[in-house]
């Protein structure tokens, strides 16, 4: 084994283990549209730690601003399907999810442009799916490998993998159209101790910030 397919294998654990040792937050979320039809751009977002079943406050946020920046064109916005408990394994469950989606859009509707995002534990999954091509400690369902061509973008807030030093932004596949955001001190995704900085990502500019951003690659 490579020591690049090592480190990928130890994502899932990584993630776990990062997650397990920082302080997440409960937050007001807003339930998204759901996707009907082939849209021509389809959002994905998972949703951080113990935040209510929908994309979270941080993914509202950043939806609602990406909405300002398409012009005409249709989007749809699909809420990842997971517990967001404090069994950070669980985030596995939502990457099966995310992925059977992913995979139903490109089959379905293979003009639309997907967008990937998500906040603390909802980033994780993000990583999950873009980073690990085989099966490993409960996820099971990889993207297969057309599946790059069809992502736009990929936007992610307080990613905790950031932390053990790989953002998206370093990917050999998504990094050139991913934002990785994280706020200085922020803990889930720096060594720092500023509980507060996790919990702006909705309302310090990030989310506009990553809607520029993804809006130009669409």
Do not use: W
Not at 2 to 25: D, I, N, P
Not at 172 to 184: F, S, T
Request: hydrophobic share 45%; net charge neutral; proline share 7%.
């Amino acid at each position: 084994m490579t020591s690049t397919a090592a480190s990928k294998r130890f994502l899932l654990a990584a993630t776990a283990a990062v997650l397990a040792a920082v302080f997440a937050l409960v937050s007001p979320a807003t339930l998204p549209t759901a996707a009907a039809g082939c849209n021509d751009v389809q959002v994905v977002f998972a949703r951080g730690t113990d935040e209510p079943v929908g994309i979270g406050r941080v993914g509202q946020a950043f939806v609602n601003s990406l909405r300002g920046k398409i012009g005409n064109r249709s989007m749809g916005v699909y809420a990842v399907n997971y517990p967001a408990s404090y069994d950070f394994l669980a985030a596995a469950d939502g990457a099966n999810d995310a992925s059977a989606f992913i995979q139903g859009v490109v089959n379905d509707c293979p003009n639309t442009r997907l967008v990937l995002g998500g906040y603390s534990q909802g980033a994780a999954i993000i990583d999950i799916i873009t980073a690990v091509p085989f099966p490993a400690i409960g996820f099971n369902n990889p993207l297969p490998p057309n599946v790059p061509d069809h992502v736009a973008a990929v936007a992610v807030f307080g990613n905790p993998t950031a932390k053990v030093g790989l953002p998206l932004t370093t990917s050999a596949v998504y990094g050139g159209r991913a934002i990785d955001l994280c706020n200085d001190g922020d803990p889930v995704c720096t060594s720092g101790d500023n509980i507060p900085a996790h919990r702006v990502y909705n309302s310090d500019g990030s989310a506009t910030r990553a809607a520029s951003f993804v809006a130009g690659l669409l």
